[in-house]
Structures are given as C-alpha cells and as structure tokens.
C-alpha cells in the first residue's frame, strides 16, 4: 500500500523559510508526477507545486518564484523549499502523488495523498 508521509511544518513570521519533506513507501517515486497541495480552513484545496519523472517543475501563480519543488529519487522523498513566507500561506500542506509519470499541467486525477503539515505563518 502506497504510503506518503509529510514532515516539516510548523510556525514562522512573514519572510521566514520551511523545508517541507514527503517521505514514500511502497512507491518507485522516480516514475510518478508528484505534488503539494495546501487546503487553509474555509477554503478549497489548491496545487501548489508538482514534478514529474523528468523533474519538470510546475508552479500555482502564488508561490512561484518563492517556493521550490524537488525530489531524490534514491531516498524517495519529495521537498517544497518555502522562502519569503507570507500569511496568506497558512495551510495544511499535503503531499499527493499520481499513478501516471507526466503531471500534464493539471492538478487533477492525483492517486494518493497523504495525511498533511500544517503551516502557520504570522504577521
């Protein structure tokens, strides 16, 4: 059973930096489009950043050029640099995962997701 655990979240101020990770099992992560999704309370969940097996990055209007999506596919862990934090980045982040190698530029159809980080930054 595919298995993705998240790590790294926590409290920050505005300007400040998180490193999330997202650890896999069960999984040959080289060969899957990964991404970060973030869900704040009241409102929907939103892609951030995704990967694929070609390390071809994507990025959500809000973060690009503030946060950085990357892999290591021999530890089978998944990052989301965090730099410039802002309060409008406070969320749950979740790490998700699709059975397919290329993203195709959608955040749509990811297969496995797992259980989140909470971010937290204040003002």
């Known amino acids: 059973q595919v298995q993705l655990v998240e790590s790294g979240g926590g409290s920050v101020t505005a300007g400040g930096s998180l490193r999330l990770s997202c650890a896999a099992s069960?999984?040959?992560?080289?060969?899957?489009?990964m991404g970060w999704f973030r869900q704040a309370p009241g409102k929907e969940r939103e892609g951030v950043a995704r990967?694929?097996?070609?390390?071809?990055?994507g990025y959500d209007d809000s973060v690009r050029g503030r946060f950085t999506i990357s892999k290591d596919n021999a530890r089978n862990t998944l990052y989301l640099q965090m730099n410039s934090l802002k309060p409008e980045d406070t969320a749950m982040y979740y790490c998700?995962?699709?059975?397919?190698?290329?993203?195709?530029?959608?955040?749509?159809?990811?297969?496995?997701w797992g259980q989140g980080t909470q971010v937290t930054v204040s003002s």
């Open positions: 990967i694929n097996y070609l390390n071809t990055t």
């Open positions: 069960q999984f040959t992560f080289s060969t899957h489009c």
């Open positions: 998700a995962a699709k059975d397919s190698a290329l993203c195709y530029n959608t955040w749509s159809n990811y297969n496995y």
